[in-house]
Each structure stands twice: as C-alpha cells, then as structure tokens.
C-alpha cells in the first residue's frame, strides 16, 4: 500500500504521523511539496478541502488532521501504540487531546506571532505563557511517576505529546524554563532520542535562546517618541472634550499655548538632489502600461534607453534611466534555511514591502522567490532608489533591512545588467533556480 504525506519540511504535525510509520514498520512517501501552489490545487482540495497539511493520501482516501492521520498509521499494525486495554486506550486519547489543546494551542498562540504570522499582543502571549505553564504543570506531576504518558512503553500519547511540545523544546523554553519541569524535560529528551523519533526528528537542539518578539524599529521609534513627547509636555488638567462643541471652541483649543506644537516635519534629503531627467513615476507606468509579449522589448530596453509609454492618454515618454540620479541595488535575504514554507515566505515578503510604503515615492522593487533543491526559498531582489544609495529613511526605521545583503549593481558590467532584466522581467528562472512568486514595489 502506498501512503503519501503532503507537508513541508520540518512540519512537527507531520512528525506524528512519520513516528508512528517507524513503530510500525510501515513507508510514508513525503513528495516535494510547495505550500501555496500545490495544497490550492484541485487535486489536493480533493484530499483535504480545508487546503492544509499535514494531508495523508491513501489508497482510498485522504485523511487530514494531523492527529487522525497519526492515529490511522498508528492503527496499521498491532504495535501497542493504543496500550495494552481499552481503559489504556481511552488513557492515549485522553493525553493525545490534552497535549493538543492544552499545549499546541497556547504554545501556537505564543510563537507565531513571535514568527509574524498573527499580530502581537503582550496580553496574549503572557495568558499564553500562563496557560503553557499551568499545562506542563500537570504534565510533570503525572511524569514524576511515570516513565511514558500511558503504560510501560510508547503509545502514540507520547509520540504527539512530544510532537506538540516541539516548537516549545527547541524555540521557545530556555534552560531555566525546562528546569522547572524537570520530569516533563526527561521524559521529552529521552523519546527524542529513541531510535524512531530520531529518525524523524534528526538531531534535536534545545532551545538556547528563547525566541521573542522584537518589535519593528519604526513602531518602538514612534512609541519611545510618543512617550518622550508626552513626557514633555506640561501636565494640565483638561475639560473632557464635548462631541457638540461651538466650532470657535474648538479653534480656540487648538491655539491653546499649553499644547505641544506639531514639529515641523523635517524634509526628505531625496527631495533635495539636484532634478533628475529620470522620473520614477513614468518608469512605474511604462512597467505597469507594458504588455506582457513586449515587456523585454519595450520595459527593459526602455528601462536603459527610454520609451513611450503604451496606452498613455497624454503619450508620456519615459527617459531611461538616470545613474546620477538613482542607483540600482541587489538584495538577498541572508537566512535562506529559514524560508522553509513557501507561503510564510510570501507574507515575509509582502509585510516588508507594507512596511515601507513611506519610500514609494523614491523606490522601485522586484522581489523574487526562488526555490532551491533543499526545499528552501530563497529570497533575491533588485531595487531602483532615488539617489546613490539606499534611502535614508528606509535605513533609519526598516527593520527588515538587516534582514538582506545589498550590493550596488553595477550597469557597466553585463551580467549584472541582464540579472537585473531577468528580475523585473520576472523570468521563470533567476540564478538558475526556481522564481515561483514575485512581488512588486511600485
Ligand atoms: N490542526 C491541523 C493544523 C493544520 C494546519 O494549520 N496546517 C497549516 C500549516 S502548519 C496549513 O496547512 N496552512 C495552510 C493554509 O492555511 O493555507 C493539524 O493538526 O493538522
């Protein structure tokens, strides 16, 4: 029988069910999988309509729900991984729905907005935090006595428990952490190490530095200046405002001396290069207003050498590009092992260019996704930025800067010239790999 498991890599829900193949000696074919394509195919919707994995295919259905496809495999063979009794068995559902709720949930709640994928919420993540806790709590007091959650041997109970405090071991509970749930740390290390979850797991490394939420510069720099603003402003007892009141009040409110004057908002060096023949604007419309048949021939020749823009109701004229003006930048992000799940790389990419809409004005992008034979994605970009360099106001607040190499392009060299046509011409492949998605600043 063939069972196929559709995940990406490095997926702790599709462990479950690859750990319980190794107790029963049964093969899990894991195809190469890409998150955001291949789980929105018809073919896949079939298997799993809710469009997510871990999804397992078997030869007369799909099964989805990390736990229901563990608890499928685990049912292949008479292995023990139910125990010994009917009342053992209620006992590994019980330990299957408590670590599940008790401590999926809760640990999910606390890291991924760490990871950016929910909004953050220090509330939420203390209450998370508390409710990891308390769970892992019981869970040592039950391990001070027991050597497994159910029994004298491993049951699936231990094979999804371990499973569910994945992220928490290895991203999340410092030295410190784990020693206050000694029983629960023993009981989690030595079934990583048994010889079936390792062949799944690899080599665990514990948590060293627990991961937090670093906030982006540009919200820490507002609220530090909010803080220091309010700080400074003399302290005056104030009427509360009337939703009904005469409009004169009110201009006689906003003249009222004791308020802080709004700063006057500092100008941008960009606005004062000296005038460029080149106007980004007309750049992005002869992008935007260009067939996909002529893009070569009309966008990035004209990119260089100039063109007319398509279908411009005033026949705009794009003058080419300017190297006095504007400078050409590569950007490559820096942690490709990282970009494991093609869709989390997506919203990576795409919450950086929100984070930067202050700079359209002075900026053009191109950000390829690529994939690599590893299963990673890595990410590679070209920009056009008013200026010699990258703008100083995307260098002061955007985090995610740090995030990327950029090296200057140089237009006199060929090759740095074409890689620069094939990233905004969006060919199927850059650097020789894979370009699955691009996402544009204009
Ligand atoms: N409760 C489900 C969770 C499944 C789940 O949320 N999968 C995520 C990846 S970890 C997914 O496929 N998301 C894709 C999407 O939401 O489009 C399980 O245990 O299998």
């Known amino acids: 029988m063939t069972l196929k498991l559709y995940t990406y890599p490095g997926n702790k829900n599709a462990f479950k069910a690859l750990i319980a193949a190794q107790y029963v000696g ?15 195919k018809p073919e896949f919707l079939k298997l799993n309509p809710n469009g997510k994995v871990p999804t397992l295919e078997t030869p007369t259905g799909g099964v989805w ?61 203390e209450g998370a935090i508390a409710a990891v806790k308390k769970a892992m709590a019981l869970l040592d007091r039950h391990l001070t006595k027991n050597t497994y959650l159910v029994g004298h041997a491993a049951t699936l109970a231990d094979i999804v ?20 749930f000694p029983h629960v740390t023993r009981w989690w290390l030595t079934l990583a190490h048994q010889p ?51 409009k004169k009040a009110a201009a006689v409110e906003e ?19 000296p005038k460029s023949t080149m106007v980004l604007d007309a750049w992005k419309r002869l992008y935007s207003n260009t067939p996909g048949a002529k893009f070569r021939e009309i ?40 970009n494991t799940v093609n869709y989390i790389v997506m919203n990576k990419v795409g919450g950086f260019l929100q ?26 970009g070209v920009w056009i930025f008013r200026g010699q360099g990258i703008p100083p106001i995307m260098l002061d607040e955007c985090y995610d800067l740090e995030l990327y190499n950029w090296t200057r392009v140089d237009i006199a060299d060929p090759k740095q010239k074409a890689r620069v046509e094939d990233m905004i011409a969006e060919e199927a492949t850059i650097d020789g790999l894979e370009h699955i998605e691009c996402k544009i600043f204009k």
């Open 26 to 40: 049964t093969k899990i074919e894991v195809p190469s999988f890409s998150m955001g394509v291949d789980n929105k």
């Open 65 to 125: 729900e990390s736990n229901a496809i563990a608890r499928y495999v685990a049912r292949l063979s008479d292995k023990g991984l139910f125990g010994a009794s009917a009342f053992e068995e209620a006992l590994v559902e019980q330990w299957i729905d408590f670590t599940t709720t008790e401590l999926d949930a809760p640990l999910l709640s606390w890291i991924l907005p760490i990871l950016g994928h929910w909004p953050y919420d220090k509330k939420k993540e």
């Open 161 to 180: 428990g371990v499973c569910n405090l994945y992220h928490g071991y290895t991203k999340l509970f410092d030295e410190g952490f784990r020693k206050s």
């Open 196 to 246: 079936a979850f390792a062949a799944v797991l690899g080599e665990v490394k514990l948590c060293q530095q627990p991961m937090k939420f670093t906030p982006p510069k540009k919200d820490a720099a507002e609220k530090a200046d909010g803080a220091a603003k309010k700080e400074a402003a003399p302290k005056k007892e104030k009427e509360p405002k009337k939703e009904s009141a005469p």
């Open 255 to 273: 003249e009222d001396p004791a308020e802080p004057k709004p700063e006057p908002k500092a100008k941008n060096p960009l606005d004062e290069l």
């Open 299 to 338: 966008a990035v020749n004209g990119l260089w050498a100039g063109a007319d823009i398509p279908n411009s109701p005033t026949q705009e004229h794009f003058a080419g590009y300017d190297p006095e003006g504007f400078s050409i930048w590569f950007c490559d992000y820096k942690y490709p092992e990282e």
């Open 355 to 380: 984070r930067i809409d202050y700079v359209r004005k002075y900026a053009f992008g191109v950000m390829c996704i690529l994939k690599d034979d590893k299963g990673q994605f890595p990410i590679r």
